[in-house]
């Protein structure tokens, strides 16, 4: 278990059935809202807890899922071939805050981290196939990078203006984003001072593609916001807590930046629906290829072995008393696990019983 030792937060141990109805209804509603784009967010934004907040019914967390149903393939492309991820830095980004970031990124495909590991997180996302029956590449790393720090945009983002942020990186005069469709990854990640549109009071990030009208490509990219000044307890949840709930102290982050380590849960969880579900007609749960339900919305919420519900599973603690569930190069992150649907449940490399 590295340097740290198992725990689980926030509450004492609940009985083991207890925990499986609780993961059981969980994924029973990981679907309540409508919308045009697979989102994340770590947290249930209710006024009160009680008994009901592990269904989740009247919660926004998932904009765009309509029912429960099997994980199915739907034929469309995976990828399946070394990914590249091509980051879009926009607004102010801080160089230890970049670094970060990247560690993660590059982690996914290290195969000497120290267990539990992100590259063993990532081995759960290697067992989708394409029609040929070819894997998911485990190969993955940062390729290019575009810094945005004039806010070429403004402010504030809407759906479609951050298309025009992408389009304007792929296609700049001095240094532009290569051009991949068929493999890459482009991400776009907006510092604390930027709100995107539905940021905090719905999603935490999005994944989708670019349309040709705009972007002149079919691109498959992400957002993900740093929400440190804007709604941390809403999107930096367990390393920040929302005001609403008295008493819950947060978690020391890995790494010693709340809003940051709280993006890299969100960047794991976009990455590995997009390299399942690239152009939304590939791995996802539901009959609405609009509305899916994919590999890391049925495990949202879910950090640890146990966890379901408000209950993140259990996690470690480092010696320096911050929390984490896996390694990287260098550093320690927290994760979120991811369906398998081998084993048709939520899986991560911290499991206890691996």
Partial sequence: MGHGCVRRFPAPSPPMVLAAILLFLHLLSVADAAGTAVTWRPWVKTQSLNATDFQFGGSKKYEGSSEFVHLRYHMGPVLTENITVNVIWYGTWQRAQKK????FINSISASDNRRPSVAGWWR??????????????????????????????GKKLTRLSIQSVIKSAVTAKSKPLPIN????????????????????????GFHYFTFPS???????????GNSAKLCPGMCAYPFAVPDYIPGLKPLK????????????????????ELA???????????????????IADLCEGIYGTGGGGSYTGQLMDGQDGATYNMNGIRRRFLVQWLWNHVLSYCTGPNALDQ
């Fill in 100 to 103: 970060i970031i990247r560690e």
């Fill in 124 to 153: 759960t996302v290697t067992l989708y196939t394409d029609q040929t029956g070819a894997n998911i590449s485990r190969s993955l790393h940062l390729a290019a990078e575009k810094n945005d720090r004039f806010y070429s945009h």
């Fill in 181 to 204: 469709p068929k493999s890459g990854i482009y991400l776009l990640l907006t510092s604390d001072d930027v709100y995107v549109q539905d940021f905090c009071g719905q999603v935490c």
């Fill in 214 to 224: 705009i972007v002149g490509y079919t691109l498959p990219y992400a957002w993900v």
């Fill in 253 to 272: 982050s890995p790494n010693g930046d709340t809003g940051v380590d709280g993006m890299i849960s969100v960047i794991g969880h976009e990455i590995a």
């Fill in 276 to 294: 399942t579900n690239p152009l939304v007609n590939a791995w996802y749960a539901g009959t609405d290829p609009v509305a899916p339900v994919e």
